[in-house]
C-alpha cells in the first residue's frame, strides 16, 4: 500500500504518453524526419516547464516533503554529453522508442518493447561497466 501512489502516478504517465501519440513509433519517425512538429512541441514543451520549474525551486527555495532545502548543482559540460547525445539519438531513430515510455509500450501490447527493455538495460550495465574509462 505504501507504494501505491507510485503506481497510480506511472499507470497515468503511461496514459498519458499513450494518448498524447508521445509512444507512436509513426510520430517519432516523422519526428526524425522533420514531417511533423508534434514531438518538437511536447518536448519543446517539457523543456519550458523543467526550466521554469527549476528556477521556481530555487528562487523560492522550494523544500522537499521532509524539509530539506532542495539543492540543484550546476553541471559541468564535458564531451561525454555529445557523444552520449548521439549514442541515445541513434538508438532513439533507429528503434522508433525513447527509454521513457518502454513500459508504457510494453503495457498497451507492444511485445517487442520487451526487447527494447532488455537492450536498454544491457546499454545500462555496459555503461556502469565502462563508466570510469569515458569521458566524465
Sequence with gaps: MKNLKYLVLGILFGIILT???????????EMFRFQSF????????AIVVGLISIQLIKRFHVKTINGEEIRIADKQYNHGTWI??????????????????LFALLGSGV????????AALAGTWTYSAL??????
Design 131 to 136: 563508466r570510469e574509462k569515458l569521458p566524465q
Design 38 to 45: 508534434h514531438m518538437y512541441g511536447i518536448i519543446g514543451s
Design 84 to 101: 552520449g547525445g548521439i549514442i541515445f539519438g541513434l538508438g532513439w531513430a533507429l528503434t522508433g522508442a525513447c527509454p521513457g515510455p
Design 19 to 29: 494518448k498524447s501519440e508521445v509512444i507512436s513509433w509513426f510520430r517519432i519517425q
Design 111 to 118: 511485445a517487442a518493447a520487451a526487447v527494447l527493455i532488455l
